[in-house]
């Protein structure tokens, strides 16, 4: 009999046990969408650990989709028909449901579970230009990997999930409605989102031209979806791939440089201490370019520089967006995280965009 005290995580847990006797099970406060857990397992006299997620189907609407998407891609990364240079990627691992399925449907949700990979650390804040680089050389090797997969096996499980003129409107819509009545006190963010709204556009109307090509990517580039090795530092497995899906490869490297180039938390409320560390921007570059360099064409190159503070942009829309809806979207821990996600977001917009100019002005 299981104990009386079982959470819905532990019955989620006991669907992928796959013979193993379970532990312990805890939360990781990790994401911001999906609900995170991490079993120990023992299994004759050998342990070993798991993840667990219940999906977040209010956001991905289209559970089976989602998985598709995420078995497709482990699969072609598997592969390496590319074969990225000089890379030993680790791939993550799904584990079957002792029926055999990628997932699992309780009373409380759908849940998923990957082998943990052990020994390995993950960074919100990066440690250095080393580690910038060897972020970038990961990511870019990932979407080198999915280069040989047909963009079309794959489904946007998330609408217009990357689409910043979409997001723009999203952002538009949420203003006139103002649920809140939230938007007469962001008026100076609302300025800045019109102000730089000719950002939006520029990847799309690329694509439209047949200049940007639609690529397999990332789509959630963040540091703290590389895990680290944890004696030798080298990054070892790209994790969460829930956004794995048709998109731009330039996003991939934007959203890289926002959230691995900024000096400070992605919710600081002290907007002094938001900044852009040029030298890890350069190592992100560099690193980019040594790995997917190889394929990307001269619209996509011409772009790089553009990229993060379009990607930067587009996400801080999204923030704001959330903020004038009510924080639907986007869990919070507190009043207004939002809203400083946002400004952050911008600020750093504004710098990158200063520098670009400077360099410009510079040439
Ligand atoms: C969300 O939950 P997390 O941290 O993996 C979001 C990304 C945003 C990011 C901003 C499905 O990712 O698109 O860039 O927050 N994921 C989804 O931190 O919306
Ligand atoms: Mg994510």
């Not at 390496?80 to 990628?102: C, K, P, Q, S």
């Not at 580690?131 to 096996?153: C, I, P, S, T």
């Not at 938390?265 to 002290?270: K, L, M, P, S, V």
């Amino acid at each position: 009999m299981q104990p009386l005290n079982y959470t819905p995580a532990h019955h989620a847990a006991l669907k992928f046990s796959g013979g193993r006797d379970l532990l312990s099970i805890e939360s990781l406060s990790r994401g911001h969408i999906h609900e995170t857990f991490i079993s120990s397992w023992s299994m004759q006299g050998e342990t070993c650990r798991m993840l667990h997620q219940r999906m977040n189907d209010q956001i991905f609407r289209d559970i089976p989709a989602l998985m598709h998407n995420i078995k497709r891609v482990t699969e072609q990364l598997r592969l390496d028909t590319w074969r990225a240079r000089d890379h030993e990627l680790e791939v993550l691992e799904l584990v079957a449901t002792n029926e055999g399925e990628a997932w699992a449907v309780l009373p409380d949700g759908a849940w998923r579970t990957y082998i943990f990979v052990d020994d390995t650390v993950t960074y919100d804040h990066c440690q250095g230009i080393e580690q910038a680089y060897g972020a970038a050389v990961a990511f870019g090797n990932f979407q080198a990997r999915l280069f040989d997969l047909d963009a079309r096996e794959l489904s946007e499980t998330i609408p217009f999930f990357f689409s910043s003129t979409h997001r723009l409107r999203q952002f538009q819509a949420a203003l006139r409605a103002d649920a809140k009545d939230r938007a007469r006190t962001v008026r100076p963010e609302i300025e800045f989102v019109l102000k730089y709204a000719h950002l939006l556009e520029i990847v799309e109307t690329g694509q439209a031209q047949g200049r940007i090509p639609v690529r397999v990517i990332h789509g959630d580039t963040k540091l703290n979806n590389v895990l680290f090795d944890q004696t030798s530092g080298a990054a070892r497995c790209i994790v969460d791939l829930d956004t794995c899906m048709p998109g731009w490869s330039l996003y991939d490297f934007g959203d890289l440089a926002r959230f691995a180039a900024a000096d400070s938390a992605e919710d600081e409320r002290d907007l002094t201490q938001v900044g852009v560390n040029q030298e890890v921007l350069g190592a992100l570059n560099t690193g980019w370019m040594d790995s997917a360099g190889a394929f990307l064409n001269a619209d996509e190159l011409e772009l790089m520089p553009l990229a993060a503070a379009i990607v930067t942009l587009t996400v801080g829309v999204r923030f704001l967006t959330d903020h004038l809806a009510g924080d639907e979207y986007f869990k919070i821990k507190r009043e207004n995280q939002n809203l400083d996600r946002a400004r952050v977001q911008f600020e750093m917009v504004r710098i990158m965009e200063r520098n670009r100019a400077a360099s410009n002005s510079a040439r």
